[in-house]
């Protein structure tokens, strides 16, 4: 092991954010029970706002992001973790409030972590990343709530080209569900129906201010955009619909009413993938690899060197990224 490594270190410069490569040593990591060989990670639309300094995410800086991280464990003091261990890093706010992915190394703490599951290799482990992860926690819930392929209706997948809502379509079809993809962008609609989507909406359909209550549609959704394109899907759900909500996208304020709730019983399930329980992790990590085709999802990856990740932080808050983005981090 080197004594120096790469990584992408943001520090604060007056009202702006600096961000560039610089050499590091182990001893400039934080503490933790865990060190990890980073080999890939990704960029998710919140990776995009850190790097731009937006949201006020990161509160103390000098900071390393990139929220989620494959790779191989060199040292550890916890039991369930031996050298050569092959792990994931998903939430617990790395990369936020804890030094990320965007580094060759990461000491983090062990139960932040998951073992890579039998049948997946870090490549691939995040090509599905946190935005992935979170589509399956949505499945999860939309199940959890009864939703079933068998039912009569369709799923309503919003930000449908965005990394969130590609695996949601794909996951969504090939457990046979009948898929409604939402887009703003022309460009992509053959790449949904390649996923599998049934039908494709303009996303100025659900942008528009809408009644409390519309035509029902909706058997279930999957919303990645939140703020007016949620209110609008709210009014829109069949009686006893399920939306699993996992973005913020379109901001962090729900015009809508209690209608929708009190007349047709729909039901908000939130999706923190965040402070995920362990167990779950586990088993949405099992599932991907079992029920998410790794030809599809090559498909829907682009993969870039972490040496070129700025310009491609800018590309995904204008909504310009398709798909995942996979981050190999060894080159930078």
């Not at 040292?75 to 060759?104: C, F, K, M, N």
């Not at 659900?206 to 394109?229: I, M, N, Q, Y």
């Amino acid at each position: 092991m080197a004594d120096t490594f790469r990584g992408l270190v943001l520090r604060q410069q007056e009202k702006s954010v600096q961000a560039d490569f610089q050499n590091l040593t182990l001893d400039d990591l934080p503490d933790g029970d865990v060190l990890v060989r980073v080999r890939w990670s990704t960029l998710n639309y919140k990776d995009g706002m850190i790097l731009n300094g937006l949201g006020r995410l990161v509160r103390q800086y000098p900071h390393v992001p990139g929220v989620d991280f494959a790779g191989e464990v060199i040292s550890s003091d916890d039991p369930r973790y031996a050298p050569g261990d092959q792990v994931i890093l998903t939430g617990w706010r790395v990369g936020e409030a804890h030094w990320g992915g965007y580094a060759e190394y990461a000491r983090v703490k062990a139960d932040w972590l998951v073992p890579m599951p039998d049948g997946l290799d870090g490549a691939h482990a995040m090509a599905i990343g946190t935005a992935g992860f979170t589509s399956m926690l949505a499945v999860m819930a939309l199940e959890e709530q009864g939703v079933s392929p068998d039912q009569d209706g369709e799923i309503l997948v919003t930000g449908a080209a965005g990394g969130v809502g590609s695996v949601a379509v794909g996951l969504l079809s090939n457990l046979g569900y009948r898929v409604a993809a939402s887009t703003g962008r022309a460009d992509t609609h053959d790449y949904l129906r390649s996923l599998g989507a049934h039908s494709i909406l303009d996303r100025s359909e659900l942008s528009e201010a809408s009644k409390p209550l519309l035509s029902e549609r909706w058997l279930g959704a999957v919303d990645s955009v939140g703020s007016t394109t949620l209110a609008h899907v709210l009014s829109e759900m069949k009686y006893h619909g399920v939306v699993a909500a996992c973005g913020l996208a379109g901001g962090p304020d729900l015009p809508a009413t209690v209608l929708p709730f009190l007349l047709r019983g729909v039901r908000l399930i939130g999706i923190d993938s965040v402070m995920c329980p362990y167990e779950k992790r586990v088993t949405a990590w099992k599932r991907l690899t079992q029920e998410l085709p790794m030809d599809q999802l090559d498909a829907v990856t682009t993969k870039v060197g972490l040496r070129d990740i700025l310009p491609w932080g800018e590309k995904i808050l204008k909504g310009q990224v398709r798909g995942r983005l996979l981050i190999d981090v060894q080159d930078c």
